[in-house]
């Protein structure tokens, strides 16, 4: 096929493939990004000689990972985050540094160096929340306290994996890789990174935030949807770029921040509902790109690596998050959606294994452990959430801490009739927060009436 077509032709069947096996993947009752990371083991020049460029795939992975964390930042809600803050921001801390420290031990005891070892960790504890997120939806259990102390947790894991994405350039001489910039002192190279990420950071908080939501309000007058789309990916792509050109800082931090910010605005919902076709489009190239780098006859050399990877990822870090749940107190049903959750690792999985080779820390044979214990830790997730009811009632009988966790009450679930009924009395109940919401409850408040707020959470 002709070289001026070669981007129609990667498209074309990165997607083509990807559809069929993302139908048979959700027929199998496997999520479909099963199905996306297959398509582009298949697909993959190396396996059977598709016209694919893996140059502009890579690329193409780029957006991908561009528009993923976009809608990350877009979803992100620091009201939700503080409300389970003191569980999930040590919890999350902890659960990484420990599963990060059994992965590097492990990893020492195959002979790897340091720079490898730490990649693998870091690689090995974070979880997926694309993946995290498609689960609690199916069950339902997005919007209740279980959801948010899983969505709360991810989104500290998040914070900390970007952190990490940060730093990681600049210590990676010392870690055995490569810098670009290696030639200069390393106490330097990193306060030269934490400025230009506090600089970025400030100048988003600071003018991004009321720039953005202004830009969007403007946009939406003129009343053209395409114009108002055009303008979220211009945002999107274009604050991830520049943050990348002017600030040294990576596209994934960009684009995070340009969704966070934007979710100020009134016109976030919308915002995110317009972007959402193509943040799932490129996410599929994102996911098939990645799979392009897999290649399965690695795996068969040590094939026990991969044993001791799985083990880790399905048994230790959910016992890890199981224990530090109970720990904190909390009900047994929350230590038990988390582990299910925290079962499986993923796309920041492949951002930190792709970077780590890029900087000379990870081989090709870690990046393909570290994509195959993806693949089915992600296809056996399910699983877990199957047999999390069975687990519960099973420990229940056996152990008398299981039955006292189970006996808690949610934190956040205090039922009326726990509730003192001069409180339940004389007060206005509003439904819904909108314009007309607030605007009542400023009337009741200067007329000294009480009130109660009814509103769905985003």
């Given at each position: ?124 504890s974070c979880a997926s929340t694309v993946v ?117 800082v990576s596209f994934a931090l960009g684009a ?150 189970a006996a808690r009450l949610d934190p956040q ?46």
């Amino acid at each position: 096929m002709d070289n001026s077509i070669t981007l129609i032709s990667t498209v074309a069947i990165a997607f083509g493939v990807a559809l069929i096996l993302g139908f048979i993947a959700e027929k199998l009752k496997f999520p479909a990004l099963v199905g996306y990371l297959v398509a582009g083991i298949i697909v993959s020049p190396n396996l059977y000689g598709f016209n694919v460029d893996l140059g502009l795939a890579e690329q193409l992975s780029e957006l991908g990972v561009m528009l993923l964390m976009f809608g990350v930042g877009l979803n992100f809600s620091l009201s939700d985050l503080l409300k389970v803050k003191k569980l999930v921001v040590p919890g999350a801390v902890c659960q990484m540094a420990l599963s990060a420290f059994c992965a590097i031990m492990m990893a020492h005891l195959w002979g790897w160096p340091i720079g490898q070892c730490v990649i693998l960790g870091m690689c090995l504890s974070c979880a997926s929340t694309v993946v995290v997120l498609k689960a609690l939806e199916a069950r339902s259990l997005l919007e209740g306290f279980d959801g948010r102390v899983a969505v709360g947790w991810l989104v500290v894991q998040d914070m900390v994996t970007v952190l990490m994405l940060v730093l990681l350039p600049p210590l990676a001489s010392l870690l055995g890789g490569h810098s670009a910039t290696s030639d200069l002192p390393l106490w330097r190279l990193i306060v030269e990174t934490v400025a230009r990420v506090a600089a970025f950071i400030i100048l988003m908080l600071v003018i991004g935030k009321r720039v953005l939501p202004w830009l969007l309000w403007q946009v939406a007058k003129t009343g053209s949807r395409e114009l108002f789309t055009l303008c979220v990916l211009a945002v999107a792509i274009g604050i991830a770029y520049g943050a990348s050109e002017i600030f040294s800082v990576s596209f994934a931090l960009g684009a995070f921040f340009a969704g966070m910010v934007m979710r100020e605005s009134q016109y976030a919902h919308r915002a995110a509902i317009e972007s959402l076709p193509l943040r799932d489009a490129f996410s599929v190239i994102f996911f098939v790109g990645v799979g392009m780098l897999f290649d399965p006859s690695a795996i068969l050399e040590h094939p026990f690596y991969l044993l001791g990877i799985l083990f880790l990822i399905l048994i230790v870090n959910p016992l890890i998050a199981f224990g530090t749940v109970l720990l904190f107190r909390y009900p047994l049903h929350t230590a038990v959606t988390l582990a299910c959750c925290l079962g499986q690792i993923g796309e920041f999985s492949f951002i930190l294994g792709t970077l780590g080779v890029s900087l000379g820390l990870l081989t090709k044979e870690g990046m393909n452990l570290v994509l195959a214990a993806a693949i089915l830790t992600i296809a056996l997730n399910p699983i877990s959430f199957s047999v999390a009811r069975p687990v519960a009632e099973l420990l229940c009988k056996h152990f008398r801490f299981a039955r006292t966790a189970a006996a808690r009450l949610d934190p956040q679930s205090t039922m009326p009739d726990e509730v003192e009924s001069k409180k339940l009395l004389r007060h206005v109940v509003i439904v819904g927060y909108s314009s007309i919401g607030r605007k009542v409850c400023e009337i009741l408040t200067k007329q000294k009436i009480p009130f109660v707020v009814v509103d769905k959470q985003d």
